[in-house]
């Protein structure tokens, strides 16, 4: 079963930027689609960005878009999100997910794998 584990979260100012990682345990997960999703307080997980297994097909919510890139690397099993001009409504506990389709979707119970999560705080 494929691991998925996270990192780069942390504390910023808002204005900044954080890139986060996801590393794969499995070189399968290189066919897979992949995701990012947050979870704040009190609020339901909620889609982030996705891109497909060939990196040739992202989506992102309306929130992040123009801000937020997701990207991969095959080789490095390992998935990116580049977070830019942070806000404070931003801030969430950040997890990466797999799913074995190879075409990317918002939807987070269509993932099969999911990383522990990474905390990321924007202060205003």
């Known amino acids: 079963q494929a691991q998925l584990i996270e990192s780069g979260g942390g504390f910023v100012q808002a204005g900044g930027s954080l890139r986060l990682s996801c590393a794969a345990s499995?070189?399968?997960?290189?066919?897979?689609?992949m995701g990012w999703f947050r979870q704040a307080p009190g609020n339901e997980r909620e889609f982030v960005a996705a891109i497909s297994w060939s990196g040739g097909t992202t989506f992102y919510a309306d929130s992040v878009k123009g801000r937020f890139t997701i990207s991969r690397d095959s080789a490095k099993n390992t998935v990116y999100l580049q977070m830019n001009s942070l806000k404070p409504e931003d801030t969430a506990v950040y997890y990466c997910?797999?799913?074995?389709?190879?075409?990317?979707?918002?939807?987070?119970?269509?993932?099969?794998?999911w990383g522990q999560g990474t905390q990321v705080t924007v202060s205003s």
């Open positions: 997910a797999a799913t074995i389709l190879s075409v990317p979707t918002t939807k987070p119970d269509v993932y099969h794998y």
């Open positions: 499995e070189r399968t997960v290189t066919s897979y689609a």
